[in-house]
C-alpha cells in the first residue's frame, strides 16, 4: 500500500456509492485506521474529486443509477488511475468476480471485492494491507518500486548495457512440511539507486524491440551465479527463471543454458524454466520442439498464471511441462470467493491427474496457505511465506529456514 509519501496518513480513501448510508460506514471505517476520505454519491463528482485529491484507494459501488461500477472503472482505467480499487456491491459472488476481473484486465491495480453487507474486519484489512504487488512499495534498501514509468527503447538498451538489472528471490516452500524448496527469480531495472522499475514496465518493451535475448541472458547469469554461489552442490533446492514467449522462437537456448548451468556447475534439473500459459500456447508446434529439448537437457517447465489463458487440454497433455502455479488472482481472493476456490481445487486436480507439481503463488494469509495444502497444492509462494528477498538476504532467510 502506498499511503502519503512524508505524511503520518496511510492513504486517501475515494467512495463511489450511491448510497450515503454505505459511503459514510465505509469512510468511518477508513478513519479508524487513519485514513482521509470524501464520498461521492454521483460519477460527475466522484471524478471531479478524483482529479483533484488523487487518491491511494478508491471504493465503488457495481449497481448505481447514472453510471454502473463496470463504466466507472473503464474510465478509470482509460485515465491510468494506479488507486488500490475496493468493489462493493450486493450483487452475487459470480458477479463481483467477474467485474474484478475485468477490471484487472484492463489495467487497474490492486483490484479487491466485497460483498454487501461487508465485513468490518475485512474492510480494514483490504485498507491496511492493500496489495503489495502493486503501487509503491519501499524497499528494505530505500528504493522504491514503481508502476508507472515511461520509458524508451534508448533507456532500456542503455540500462541493459550498464547491467541495471537487479535479481529478487521470493522464497518458495512445501505445502505439507513448511520446508524451503526453492526460489524464484524476479527482475527488476534499476536506472538509479533510488529507483526500481518492475518488470511489466520494462519486458513488453525488451520483447517488442528485441532486446529481450539480451534481457534473458543478463537475469539467467546473474541468477545461476548466486544460486551456485549460496548454495553448495548438491542441494535439493531449485530456481526458477521466467521466459519470455519471444525466447521460444531461439532454437540455441537449450544449448546456451545447458552450458551456462555447467560453468556455474549447476544441474540443469534444479532450474525451473517459467513461462505464461499465454505464450506456452501461442504458437504450440514451435513451443514443443524447443521444450522438449529443455526437458531433455534436464531442465523442469512450468506453465505461470495457469487458469488465465485459455488452454487445450489436448495442448497441455502435448506439452511436456513439469509444473502448474495456480495464478495469485484465484489465490489471492481464495478466502473470499466459493469461485476462486473451486477454481484453485480444479487446477490442483488437474495437475495431479497428470503428473504435474502445482505451485499457488500470492499466498498471503495463513489461512489461505491452509486452504491450498488442504485441496493438494505442493508448493506455495507469496508475501505470508516471504516477499522477494535481495541474494543476501535470501541466502541468510534459507540458513535460518535450514537452522
Not at 29 to 50: H, K, Y
Not at 283 to 290: E, N
Request: a negative charge; glycine letters at 8%; proline letters at 4%.
Amino acid at each position: 500500500m502506498s499511503g502519503i509519501p512524508g505524511s503520518g496518513c496511510p492513504g486517501r480513501l475515494l467512495i463511489l456509492d450511491d448510497e450515503e448510508a454505505v459511503g459514510r460506514t465505509l469512510g468511518f471505517i477508513a478513519e479508524e485506521i487513519g485514513f482521509e476520505v470524501r464520498a461521492c454519491t454521483r460519477p460527475a463528482e466522484f471524478f471531479a474529486t478524483l482529479d483533484a485529491w488523487e487518491p491511494t484507494h478508491i471504493a465503488i459501488d457495481l449497481v448505481m443509477p447514472e453510471m454502473d461500477g463496470i463504466e466507472a472503472m473503464r474510465l478509470l482505467a482509460e485515465r491510468g488511475c494506479q488507486a488500490s480499487i475496493i468493489i462493493t456491491s450486493g450483487v452475487g459472488s459470480r458477479v463481483l468476480d467477474s467485474a474484478r476481473r475485468t477490471a484487472t484486465e484492463q489495467g487497474l491495480k490492486a483490484v479487491n471485492a466485497i460483498s454487501k453487507p461487508f465485513s468490518r474486519e475485512l474492510l480494514r484489512r483490504l485498507l491496511s494491507g492493500g496489495h503489495p504487488h502493486s503501487g509503491t512499495r519501499l524497499t528494505t534498501a530505500g528504493a522504491q518500486h514503481v508502476d508507472a514509468f515511461v520509458i524508451t527503447e534508448e533507456q532500456l538498451r542503455s540500462g541493459l548495457e550498464q547491467q541495471q538489472l537487479q535479481l529478487a528471490y521470493q522464497p518458495k516452500i512445501d505445502c505439507g512440511s513448511g520446508a524451503l524448496a526453492g526460489f524464484e527469480a524476479l527482475v527488476r531495472w534499476a536506472p538509479t539507486p533510488a529507483l526500481l522499475i518492475l518488470p511489466d514496465q520494462f519486458v513488453p518493451l525488451a520483447e517488442s524491440s528485441g532486446l529481450i535475448k539480451l534481457l534473458t541472458e543478463q537475469v539467467c547469469e546473474q541468477a545461476l551465479r548466486w544460486f551456485a554461489q549460496s548454495f553448495a552442490a548438491p542441494t535439493a533446492l531449485t530456481l526458477s527463471i521466467n521466459f519470455s514467449a519471444k525466447n521460444l522462437a531461439d532454437m540455441h537456448l537449450a544449448e546456451w543454458i545447458s552450458d551456462l548451468c555447467r560453468q556455474h556447475g549447476v544441474d540443469p534439473a534444479q532450474v525451473i524454466l517459467e513461462l505464461t500459459e499465454t505464450s506456452a500456447m501461442d504458437d504450440p508446434v514451435k513451443s514443443l520442439a524447443l521444450l522438449t529439448r529443455l526437458r531433455m537437457q534436464g531442465f523442469q517447465l512450468s506453465i505461470d498464471d495457469f487458469g488465465t489463458g485459455f488452454s487445450s487440454l489436448v495442448q497441455l497433455v502435448r506439452l511436456p511441462f513439469s509444473e502448474l502455479k495456480v495464478d495469485k488472482s484465484f489465490v489471492m481472493t481464495a478466502l473470499e470467493s466459493h469461485e476462486a476456490r473451486t477454481v484453485i481445487k480444479s487446477i490442483v486436480d488437474l495437475g495431479k491427474s497428470l503428473g504435474l507439481r502445482v505451485t499457488a503463488e500470492g499466498v498471503e494469509e495463513a489461512a489461505t496457505l491452509d486452504y491450498i495444502t488442504s485441496v493438494g497444492c505442493d508448493f506455495a509462494q507469496g508475501y505470508f511465506i516471504s516477499e522477494p528477498l535481495s541474494g543476501r538476504d535470501a541466502a541468510a532467510w534459507a540458513a535460518a529456514a535450514k537452522g
